[in-house]
């Protein structure tokens, strides 16, 4: 099974339903009415089970960066090094008919306006999305002087927040 195909069938397997998010996660978004989501599956099904009181706003905005896997039929790796061989290659300039770097940068930067604009209104946002994409989020909160708790990890249910200084 090449790289590709996992990625679209781990897509596809949607949540699994035993990984439920940790009650001090939970705890967090009690009070919200609503969470931002991307639009792919996972991602929205995580929101339902992290905060099902909530309005989940789904949005393609927030979708993972994506990577585009060579092939190279002499290399044989596991899935998680074929992920960072792929993320390395997408920042090095090897992406076929998917969305460059420069690209989701910008999306990058539009999401974070986005989550800005509504912890300015209602105290808060919360966005429940993909790893790699939430971590270009978080860089620019970063650059907008925003502090960070916690860190980005590639885990099921791994929590970072940010907070304005200002």
Wanted: net charge positive; hydrophobic share 40%; no cysteine.
């Amino acid at each position: 099974m090449g790289f590709a195909t996992y990625i679209d069938d781990y897509e596809a397997a949607g949540l699994d339903p035993v990984s439920l998010p940790p009650d001090e996660l939970r705890d967090l978004v009690r009070e919200l009415d609503a969470v931002f989501t991307s639009d792919r599956p996972r991602s929205h099904q995580s929101a339902k089970a992290l905060a099902p009181h909530a309005q989940l706003i789904a949005d393609p905005l927030f979708a993972e960066a994506p990577l585009s896997a060579p092939r190279i039929p002499w290399l044989n790796m596991r899935v998680p090094k074929w992920a960072v061989l792929s993320r390395i290659l997408w920042h090095a300039g090897y992406h076929p008919e998917i969305e460059n770097p420069r690209k989701a940068t910008a999306r990058a930067i539009q999401a974070t306006d986005l989550l800005v604009a509504r912890a300015k209104d209602k105290g808060v946002a919360v966005l429940v999305a993909h790893g790699y994409f939430n971590w270009m989020i978080g860089r620019e909160l970063r650059k907008r002087g925003f502090s960070r708790t916690g860190s980005h990890q590639a885990r099921y249910w791994n929590a970072v927040t940010y907070e304005s200084r200002t």
